[in-house]
Structure formats: C-alpha cells, structure tokens
C-alpha cells in the first residue's frame, strides 16, 4: 500500500546530541514537509520540499536541517541548537507544492530528549 | 497577518447527533483555501475535506460538510450522524499564497454513547 512512512515511532536522546528522523513516501509525491506538533497546538512548519535537492525554511526552521536527495525521502537533523527539541514530529507529502493538493501525513515521531 | 482559530478547545457530544466544529480565519489574500484534519490517538492526520475561496458550493465528502461562509471569514465543519470513532482533535488550516498551510490550535471532540 502507498503511504508515509516515519521511523522510529519514540526516541529517547540525551541533550545535546543531534538526532535524525527519518520519513519516506511511495506515493510518488513531489513536495514534503516537516512540522512540529507542541501540545494544545497545531502543527508549524518546519521545512518544506518541493522538488529534490531543493529545500525551504519554515517557520520553526531554527535549530533543524533536512536533506532531500531522493524524491522518496525527506529526513530531519534536529540539532544540539535546537533549544527544546521534546516534541510530536510528523512528516507529510502532497502531489506538488501548489494547488488545493491535500498533505498526506506519516504516523509521527515521538521526540523526548532528557 | 494570517490567522486560525478554533474557539472550542473540546467539545462533548452525543452519538448520532450532528456535530459543528467552528474555524474562522484571517487573510488577505484574494485566493486562499481551508482544510480539515483528523487527528486520532495514534497521532496521524488524517485529511477530510477542502475548500477553495472561489467554489461557488460548500464542499462535502461523505458525512463531513464545511459551512463556508466567506464574508465572516468562516469554515466550520459539520459532521452529520456522529460515530464514536468521530473522537479525536479536529485542525482547521488555511492554505496561504505561498502554499503553506498555518494551523489552528484543534477542537478536542468526544463522542459519547
């Protein structure tokens, strides 16, 4: 079946190390998204793909790096400069960046850095 | 500035009745567009239904309608014959001229039998 899929589910780091999270789609999607989910609100925009090798900051860009090398996947670095980096992280796709195309979500990565 | 909001942090309701979930929304932007997301325990958004400024019909999908009421700045959501699987947080988002989407803050919403 076609989706999106995150890995891993929880992660459990220590402060101050860097952490990758990774997110692959086989819808054949062109643009992908990384957004942050904080409790009691909704998602922000943390980088966005609209084509491979090019990537765009968010609105929550500070602190976070991402690569898009393949069309099929899209992983996010949270760094050590990322001041609060316990958070829900979900990956989404959509056919192209324009348009009313909705996103497709992945079932998210649970962060927790103690 | 461009803006979500969702007034009601949960709301109860009681299985198969009708349920209206509220979003208004600020942009100036002459074409925009307003989703509405499901989100359930497990954590995944799950999309439901969308709506373009310039369609001339409220769009509907199923048991879900979006009340667009364009001169108030509003699209609520509408959920006909509710269901316990219906509970879960519900997100409005309104899709900018640069195509990002920003989010309101969700509507818990729980079904009761």
């Known amino acids: 079946d076609g989706g999106i899929t995150q890995s891993p589910k929880y992660l459990f780091r220590k402060e101050g190390q860097n952490v990758t999270l990774s997110c692959e789609q086989n819808?054949?999607?062109?643009?992908m998204y990384w957004y942050r989910q904080d409790p009691g609100q909704g998602l922000r925009l943390i980088y966005y793909?609209?084509?491979?090798?090019?990537?765009q900051k968010g609105d929550i860009a500070e602190g976070y790096s991402v690569s898009r090398e393949k069309k099929e996947s899209f992983p996010l670095t949270v760094t050590s400069a990322q001041k609060n980096p316990t958070a829900f992280y979900l990956c989404?796709?959509?056919?192209?960046?324009?348009?009313?195309?909705?996103?497709?979500f992945g079932p998210g990565t649970r962060l927790t850095v103690l | 500035a461009q803006k979500i909001t969702q007034t009601q942090p949960g709301m109860f309701v009681q299985e198969k009745e009708a349920v209206t979930l509220d979003c208004t929304y600020d942009?100036?932007?002459?074409?925009?567009?307003l989703f509405w997301y499901k989100q359930p325990s497990s954590g995944e958004m799950i999309f439901l239904i969308y709506?373009?400024?310039?369609d001339q019909q409220n769009a509907t999908e199923g048991r879900y309608s979006l009340n667009f009421q364009k001169a108030r700045k509003s699209a609520n959501l509408v959920i006909s014959a509710s269901q316990l699987g219906d509970s879960a947080m519900y997100f409005c988002?309104?899709?900018?001229?640069?195509?990002?989407?920003?989010w309101g803050a969700g509507t818990k919403l729980i079904i009761k039998p």
């Open positions: 989404a796709s959509s056919i192209s960046l324009t348009g009313p195309n909705e996103q497709f």
């Open positions: 819808l054949n999607h062109d643009a």
């Open positions: 793909s609209q084509i491979v090798n090019d990537f």
């Open positions: 942009t100036s932007d002459p074409s925009y567009g």
């Open positions: 709506q373009g400024s310039y």
């Open positions: 988002a309104l899709r900018r001229s640069n195509y990002q989407l920003i």
